[in-house]
């Protein structure tokens, strides 16, 4: 049976799945599903290892590789370990995202600047890896995740979080521009409150439990449920595929309407400095 991606090498930056399904798990068992030759990528080789056992379960194969995308040197280690295995990349899914709490005032200057280069500085590195190859190819792929935090205020301070993705859309639109003519179609899936592990792990503190935070971010929602990491997998895989060929240089919100409502309010009413 013929599948969106047969024949093609995807490689899934921050693909770790050790505690349930994340955005880049979900998208690379999708992608494997789907035929691709799948590489997946993590800091952590427990986290990687588990995806590609989930992977494994369903009588499908990968590649599992780890790197922390705030070093160059694993990177490239990491993508000559991928193309060695199965050739040349076709699809680059950027999902690596960490946040820190905090507003300008309380946010830490080491926080700020670990979240601009995990979330928005690593992008620009692994692009800059596989840019020229797809370049010479006249071919190529790349989704990036951002969030909804990167063009509306969703109640919640992050500063750094928030600026990193705002970049990142923008870092995105520049680079599908500059290289809409040379066949790389670049692209940006924007979550709005999705449920991940990291996501309850991070808020976490914010709440008096998990029930509390599961229930308030679905109720912020027009369609009153949180976004899965499904819903984001599929809204990748549709930009990386053939049927959506005239699509490059767009940020998608998939968010169930929340990027297009008003007045939500803040979880505080003020920061202390730290």
Avoid at 17 to 22: K, P, Q, R, V
Wanted: contains cysteine; hydrophobic residues 40%.
């Amino acid at each position: 049976m013929s599948k969106r991606f047969n024949d093609r090498h995807a490689i899934v930056f921050g693909a770790g799945a050790l505690h349930g399904i994340g955005n880049g798990s979900a998208a690379a068992t999708l992608f494997a599903r789907e035929g691709a030759r799948v590489t997946l990528v993590d800091r952590d080789q427990a986290a990687v290892d588990a995806c590609l056992k989930l992977i494994n379960d369903e009588g499908l194969s990968g590649l599992s590789v780890t790197a922390d995308v705030t070093r160059t040197e694993e990177i490239h280690a990491a993508i000559h370990t991928s193309e060695d295995e199965f050739g040349p990349i076709d699809i680059l899914h950027n999902n690596v995202g960490i946040l820190r709490q905090g507003g300008v005032i309380a946010e830490t200057e080491e926080d700020w600047s670990l979240v601009l280069d995990t979330n928005l500085t690593s992008a620009f590195r692994t692009m800059k890896q596989v840019l020229p190859g797809m370049v010479k190819r006249q071919s190529g792929v790349i989704v990036n995740v951002s969030s909804t935090a990167a063009v509306r205020y969703t109640g919640y301070d992050y500063a750094g979080y928030s600026a990193s993705k705002a970049a990142l859309n923008q870092l995105t639109v520049v680079t599908a521009l500059q290289h809409a003519a040379d066949g790389v179609r670049v692209n940006a899936v924007m979550p709005g409150l999705v449920d991940t592990a990291m996501v309850r792990q991070q808020l976490g503190a914010l709440y008096d439990d998990e029930e509390t935070l599961i229930a308030e971010r679905a109720e912020k929602s027009p369609i009153k449920r949180m976004v899965s990491p499904w819903d984001v997998a599929e809204a990748a895989l549709f930009l990386a595929s053939d049927a959506a060929s005239q699509i490059t240089g767009h940020c998608i919100p998939v968010d169930g309407g929340l990027s297009m409502q008003v007045g939500i309010k803040p979880r505080t009413s003020h920061e202390e400095p730290v």
